[in-house]
């Protein structure tokens, strides 16, 4: 996928360096967006949300590979949304009679 959308967005855009790097950035900020939403899933505060989002901000992962067009920002983009859609499936649980309940916090 990577590979596809370098060369469309590198045509696209008559080689410019900045369409190039522009959507792997976008993926490392969604990255720490969903960061902040896996903390407050799992019940942290306000405070400690951000924490985590600023958290995965100095990373140096997120920070090595943000500002390449590889598949290694996709990948994480990927993976921390399905890890955040997995919390939010197993947030609710089902009554005997089969309706949804939520959880307390």
């Known amino acids: 996928m990577a590979p596809l959308l370098a060369h ?6 008559h080689h410019s360096l ?8 976008l993926a490392g900020g969604a990255v720490v967006a969903l960061t902040g939403l896996i903390a407050r899933e799992l019940g942290a505060p306000p405070r400690a949300q951000l924490f985590a989002a600023v958290c995965m901000t100095a990373g140096g ?3 090595a590979i943000s500002h390449l ?3 290694s920002v996709y990948d994480l ?3 921390t949304a399905l ?3 997995i919390l ?3 947030r609710d649980v089902r009554t005997p009679d089969r309706r949804p ?3 307390a916090p």
Request: hydrophobic letters at 55%; charged letters at 20%.
């Open 8 to 13: 469309a967005l590198d045509t696209a855009l």
């Open 18 to 25: 900045v369409g190039l790097r522009a959507p792997a950035a």
């Open 77 to 79: 983009l990927c993976w």
């Open 101 to 103: 309940r939520r959880r």
């Open 69 to 71: 067009a590889t598949t």
């Open 83 to 85: 890890s955040w859609l």
């Open 88 to 90: 939010r499936g197993l």
């Open 61 to 63: 992962a997120l920070t």
